[in-house]
């Protein structure tokens, strides 16, 4: 051997070569000592600190943790070794101190582990990959077998413990979810939420915990992290001290290139490089309506009604049956300024089931109603419903309408009608209890609810009018809602998404700004609103309309006047 100067011993690229050998024969001996860097270089098994921290929500056997953030950051390699662990039953902290042929490992009971993601090709190239690469061989059944084009064979592998991994995907139909008690769950990607429901009972028996790896592309990851909700009317699904969130940027990897980060960044979009480099949510990115905000547009509404803010109240309704049918109630303020201040959300609800509780709405409000009274209401409510015998037919519905009908007006010769100044509704609903083509126009009406139709269809004018309310405008916004009592409204604005631009021209083709069609039967009363562009009108300007407690007033001050 050759030696410089110095007398230390000149290292070959032959024997740098066969040092990379021997590393990469203990890398795949014993993934659980061993890792390769990202530049190929192979060293002792370490953990960032965050995946350190993920560890630690870990440990403290939370049921839901997730690493959420960028690519690269490690999101993936402590998923992979989170399943090591359990699979094994070999804790991470030992080991470094295990002996050298993982053979002669003493490996804990079996266990179940489900890997769920989006697509199975996603699921072999992710999932099964890290597991295969992160568990020693000699752990493995014989025959078993990880290929890149095929991935494992039925997407199940099993240890010599008898620990299987089962692969699943949003591919397979949502029944093939149902399954076996499983130790733990991981799941890569952002599924869709009937699939994560699906998942969670087979964590009960063993109080298994679920992992999370993904990126901020879905508002449903957002809502589960940060909210701890599925809707409003399914809140805190998961109490907070048993969700632990480790958020990461690409840089948090010690073991990547900030010049290469840099240079990458700078070529994409500025919604890639939030979600992709920075791991910050890019959720309001595709918001039809981003301009709303809890903090900026909300404004509590206390009962009753000032005089001013009665006589100025409006109900605006999309129908819906299947879908949501949405009310919102409001009154206009002095410089036109609108307050959303309560709202009915429901499905299936017939003609005069929504119109009774529009009614209840109203009365409760100005305080007429006793506790007492309102539950004797409803049950003619509901006993008005049971008339239409389940409901299962046209002529059955028009009954309990019927019944319901009556029920109301006998309530309003003592309480009043308590009309608004307006009602909007849109003038092309239709009804799933409408006969010979009746809308639902002709329908409420029939309940004593009178609606002015709204046009459904310059979208693209009416929202462009809401962000005008939304948008403060001189230090003016003129559009504010009482976020506690309206949560489906703000769940609304929250959620209602423009479409994917397309990926090749990067902006929408053929029709303008396309819409996701969900989430929008209240922001769609608030469009007819915006649409229909009311005034604020001063007590006792004009004639209120029949039946109004402002017409009452200026009825009695007319009287006054003529004594």
């Not at 014993?30 to 965050?50: A, H, M, S, V």
């Not at 010769?413 to 849109?426: C, F």
Request: aromatic fraction near 10%; include cysteine; hydrophobic fraction near 40%.
């Amino acid at each position: 051997m050759a030696r410089p100067r110095n007398g230390m011993p000149v290292i070959t690229d032959a024997m740098r070569e066969k040092i990379a050998q021997e590393m990469r024969i203990r890398l795949r001996n014993n993934p659980l000592r061993w890792t390769e860097l990202p530049d190929g270089r192979i060293e002792r098994l370490q953990f960032t600190p965050k995946q350190l921290e993920a560890w630690g929500h870990f440990d403290e056997v939370k049921k839901l943790i997730g690493m959420v953030g960028a690519n690269r950051f490690g999101k993936t390699f402590w998923a992979g070794c989170v399943c090591a662990q359990v699979a094994t039953g070999l804790l991470r902290t030992d080991w470094p101190d295990l002996p050298r042929n993982p053979a002669s490992w003493a490996l804990g009971p079996p266990r179940t582990i489900w890997c769920i993601t989006t697509t199975f090709e996603k699921s072999r190239d992710v999932q099964q990959k890290e597991i295969w690469e992160r568990i020693p061989p000699a752990l493995w059944k014989r025959g078993t077998r990880w290929d890149k084009k095929s991935g494992f064979h039925n997407h199940v592998a099993e240890l010599k413990n008898d620990t299987a991994f089962v692969f699943k995907s949003e591919e397979q139909k949502l029944i093939t979810f149902e399954g076996s008690k499983i130790h733990l769950a991981w799941i890569d990607e952002a599924i869709k939420p009937p699939f994560f429901l699906a998942v969670l009972p087979r964590t009960v028996d063993y109080r298994a915990p679920i992992i999370w790896t993904a990126l901020w592309e879905h508002a449903f990851i957002e809502d589960l992290f940060y909210h701890r909700e599925f809707s409003p009317d399914m809140k805190n699904v998961i109490p907070a001290d048993q969700v632990g969130l480790v958020q990461g940027q690409m840089s948090d990897n010690p073991h990547l290139s900030a010049s290469e980060i840099e240079l990458v960044a700078g070529v994409m979009s500025r919604k890639d490089r939030r979600m992709r480099i920075e791991g910050l949510p890019t959720i309001r990115g595709g918001l039809v309506y981003g301009e709303f905000s809890v903090e900026r547009h909300h404004r509590a509404v206390e009962a009753p009604l000032s005089p001013e803010a009665w006589s100025n109240r409006f109900e605006l309704i999309d129908p819906g049956w299947a879908n949501h049918c949405a009310v919102l109630f409001g009154y206009i303020g002095p410089g036109d300024v609108a307050v959303i201040y309560d709202e009915i959300y429901r499905q299936e609800r017939t003609v005069g089931q929504l119109a009774a509780e529009i009614f209840l709405k109203r009365w409760s409000l100005r305080g007429v109603m006793t506790p007492a009274e309102i539950e004797e209401y409803e049950n003619a409510i509901e006993a008005g419903s049971r008339d239409g015998e389940g409901l299962g037919t046209i002529d059955a519905v028009f009954a309990s309408n019927k019944s319901i009908q009556a029920t109301i007006d006998r309530w309003k010769k003592v309480k009043g009608d308590l009309r608004p100044r307006v009602v909007l509704m849109d003038e092309y609903a239709k009804q799933h209890d409408q006969a010979k083509q009746l809308s639902m126009l002709q329908l409420m009406r029939q309940m004593r609810i009178h609606a002015q139709p709204a046009s459904n269809a310059d979208k693209r004018t009416q929202r462009f009018a809401v962000r005008e309310l939304l948008t403060p405008m001189n230090g003016l916004i003129r559009l504010y809602v009482d976020t506690e009592q309206c949560e489906w409204t703000v769940w609304e604005f929250r959620h209602h998404r423009y479409k994917e631009v397309d990926p090749e021209l990067g902006e929408h083709k053929g029709k303008t700004e396309p819409v996701v069609d969900g989430h929008n039967h209240a922001l769609n009363c608030i469009e007819y609103y915006a649409s229909h562009k009311l005034k604020h009108r001063p007590l006792g300007a004009g004639a209120a309309p029949s039946g109004t407690v402002a017409a009452m007033a200026q009825e009695a001050k007319r009287r006054r006047h003529r004594a």
